[in-house]
Nanobody, 118 residues
Framework: QEQLVESGGGLVQPGGSLRLSCAASGFTLDYYYIGWFRQAPGKEREGILC????????YIADSVRGRFTISRDNAQNTAYLQLNSLKPEDTAVYFC???????????WGQGTQVTVSS
């Protein structure tokens, strides 16, 4: 079964850090673009970062530029989202996705909750 599973979310204080994981099964993640999205309560889902299959950064939202980065470990078939300098407005459900481009995703994870609060 082809799927993506996120993990690593939780409650963190403002200024803190988290690393989210996106584990793929049933397909090889390094052939795909990887995107990370988030959806805050009452808001639409927004794309925040995307990297190509060759790990070239293709898109970074202004709201996370300089604070969030994507990486991947092909041996683990897993992608990561490093979240630094977290702010309360970063509170959202975070989703990873994989596909042939940053505008087309074939696989989606179920999401993981990140809450930034003191």
């Amino acid at each position: 079964q082809e799927q993506l599973v996120e993990s690593g979310g939780g409650l963190v204080q403002p200024g803190g850090s988290l690393r989210l994981s996106c584990a793929a099964s049933g397909f090889t993640l390094d052939y795909y673009y990887i995107g990370w999205f988030r959806q805050a309560p009452g808001k639409e889902r927004e794309g925040i970062l995307c990297i190509s299959s060759s790990d070239v950064s293709t898109y970074i939202a202004d709201s996370v530029r300089g604070r969030f980065t994507i990486s991947r470990d092909n041996a683990q078939n897993t992608a990561y989202l490093q979240l630094n300098s977290l702010k309360p407005e970063d509170t959202a459900v975070y989703f990873c996705a994989a596909g042939p481009g940053c505008l087309e995703f074939d696989y989606w994870g179920q999401g993981t909750q990140v809450t930034v609060s003191s």
